[in-house]
Each structure stands twice: as C-alpha cells, then as structure tokens.
Nanobody, 115 residues
Framework: QVQLVESGGGLVQAGGSLRLSCAASRVIGSIRTMGWYRQAPGKQRELVAAITSGGNTNYAGSMKGRFTISRDNAKNTMYLQMNSLKPEDTGVYYC?????????WGQGTLVTVSS
C-alpha cells in the first residue's frame, strides 16, 4: 500500500507562489499516473494537473500557464509549482496516484490565497 503525504500549503497573497510536494512511501517510477486535485469550499473535488510516468502532463484550463506539475522518481516525490495565485485557487489540494484500478489519496494540504 502506497502512502501519499502532501506538504507546502499555506497562506499567500494573490499573485504569490507556492510549491506543493507529495512524498510517496514507495518507488513511484512505476506509477503510471499521478496528479493533483483540489477541493474549494462548497465545491466538488476537481483535477488540477496530472503527470504520467513518461512525463506527459495535463492541466485544467484555468491552471495552464500558472501551474507546473513535475515528479522526481529518484526522490519518490511529485510537485506542483503554483504561480500567479488567485483567491479562487483557495482550497485543499490532494495528491493522487492511480494504481491499476485503485485511486490513492493523500490527506490534503490547505492553500489559502488572500486578495
């Protein structure tokens, strides 16, 4: 069983940056797809960005050009660099890994963007 632990959330002013990390408890090189999701207050969880084991990336429309997802297989860690943050980016950010038919989730890290 893989455990995912997010870190790096916090309070930032609009226009600022944060880098989130997702540390896995095992080697992630064989995990085909990993991603970041977020859940804003009162809203459903939504995809932010995803990355394959081959490095292909996919971003939700509003994040393109502002967020960058990456993974360091040697460190068993995935990252989300978030720039030009907006108040609407506020939410709990979750790390996700797809293992076969299973979806694994971290506990989430809170990002709050003040205006």
């Amino acid at each position: 069983q893989v455990q995912l632990v997010e870190s790096g959330g916090g309070l930032v002013q609009a226009g600022g940056s944060l880098r989130l990390s997702c540390a896995a408890s095992r080697v992630i090189g064989s995990i085909r797809t990993m991603g970041w999701y977020r859940q804003a207050p009162g809203k459903q969880r939504e995809l932010v960005a995803a990355i394959t084991s081959g490095g292909n990336t996919n971003y939700a429309g509003s994040m393109k050009g502002r967020f960058t997802i990456s993974r360091d297989n040697a460190k068993n860690t995935m990252y989300l660099q978030m720039n030009s943050l907006k108040p609407e980016d506020t939410g709990v950010y979750y790390c996700n890994a797809v293992l076969g038919s299973r979806q694994l989730w971290g506990q989430g890290t809170l990002v709050t963007v003040s205006s």
